[in-house]
């Protein structure tokens, strides 16, 4: 087979497979590069970046985006605080007290809700504070409307999930697609405010970092084996056909010692047989018209014998 590979035409499929299985392992080591997805790495989701230039309002939040620190200002809105629940704290369930915050720097005045702190009872709750705030908090994606809708009680409204659909529709206003849970929050003059304030009424709601674990797309891994099987296919490709080609030399060789060996021989033997038969048959016709044996008939006469005597007696010589 090894003759075979060499020839010049089997060279050139080889080297055009080889490149065809190349692009195929490429494209497989793509796919499986796009299969894992790692969240973003800590020095760069804790390190405060200002709110206006990391996302923008009416947006959808991206993987990259989510889980951010950012530092903010604005004025909260009057009479938007709703109560989330279930919310817990330290294993006890209970409220999240949440309030517009009108961004200061957003293109439109566009709001974000801001967790200001948890507590046990809707009647158990601090009023907004009034004037600039400042904050430092981690940026989070909002979450799905639930299916138990919106409750209305004496001390307030109480949400089952913290949803920008639902809290647009209730304030009416417009708002970023996300949530900002403040680490600490302060006013225009530098004074603390908020749950991490003494004597307030709420427990601050700390979250902290996702942990660092890397996904995988299994539909990007399952491009990859298949582009790898390709790349492998192409390879059998021409193997196979250069097999076909090699075998064909085999039974065409073995077809010539065949001739040479047997077929030879019979054609020849079957070859003076049709002569012998031929030449029977001509002096079978030959008989039948001329009337004779052409075995009891003498044979010819030789051309000296065929022709007269060129002597003269010498009496017959002219006088």
């Known amino acids: 087979m090894l ?3 060499l020839k010049p035409t089997w060279i050139a499929g080889l080297i055009l497979a080889l490149v065809v299985s190349g692009v195929f392992v490429l494209l497989g080591k793509w796919q499986m590069d796009n299969a894992a997805s790692a969240p973003p790495p800590l020095t760069q989701t804790e390190t405060p970046v200002p709110l206006t230039e990391h996302f923008v309002p009416e947006k959808a939040m991206y993987g990259t985006e989510a889980d951010q620190v950012v530092t903010l200002s604005g004025q909260f809105l009057p009479d938007t605080d ?32 801001v967790v200001r702190g948890w507590t046990a009872s809707t009647a158990a709750s601090d009023p907004a504070p009034e004037g600039e705030i400042h904050l430092t908090g981690r940026l989070l994606p909002a979450e ?16 089952a999930s913290l949803a920008s659909a639902e809290l647009i529709n209730l304030w009416d ?5 996300g949530y900002v849970a403040p680490f600490e929050m302060t006013a225009a003059s530098g004074a603390e405010v908020g749950a991490t304030a003494a004597g307030s009424s709420l427990e601050p709601v700390i979250v902290g970092p996702q942990p660092q674990e890397t996904t995988y797309n299994w539909m990007n891994i399952f491009y990859a084996i298949e ?7 192409a390879i059998y490709l021409w193997w196979r056909f250069l097999r076909d080609d090699h075998l064909r030399q085999q039974e065409e060789a073995a077809l010539d010692r065949q001739w040479a060996e047997e077929w030879k021989a019979a054609e ?42 060129q002597q003269t007696h010498p009496s017959q010589e002219p006088q």
Not at 91 to 104: F, K
Not at 144 to 154: A, S
Not at 227 to 233: D, H, L
């Open 3 to 5: 003759r075979t590979a």
């Open 227 to 233: 582009w790898v099987v390709f790349a492998g296919f």
């Open 82 to 113: 709703v109560f989330v629940h279930p919310r817990l704290n330290d294993g006890e369930e209970g409220y999240w007290v949440v309030t517009a915050l009108r961004v200061q720097g957003a293109p439109q005045d566009e709001v974000i809700p």
């Open 268 to 309: 020849l033997e079957r070859r003076r047989a049709q002569a012998v038969e031929a030449k029977r048959k001509a002096t079978e016709e030959y008989e039948r018209y001329h009337g004779v044996s052409v075995a009891a008939s003498p044979p010819p006469a030789s051309p000296q014998q065929a022709q007269p005597s």
């Open 173 to 177: 206003v417009r708002s970023y697609a």
């Open 144 to 159: 799905g409307p639930g299916p138990e809708g919106i409750e209305q009680t004496p001390d307030g409204t109480v949400l």
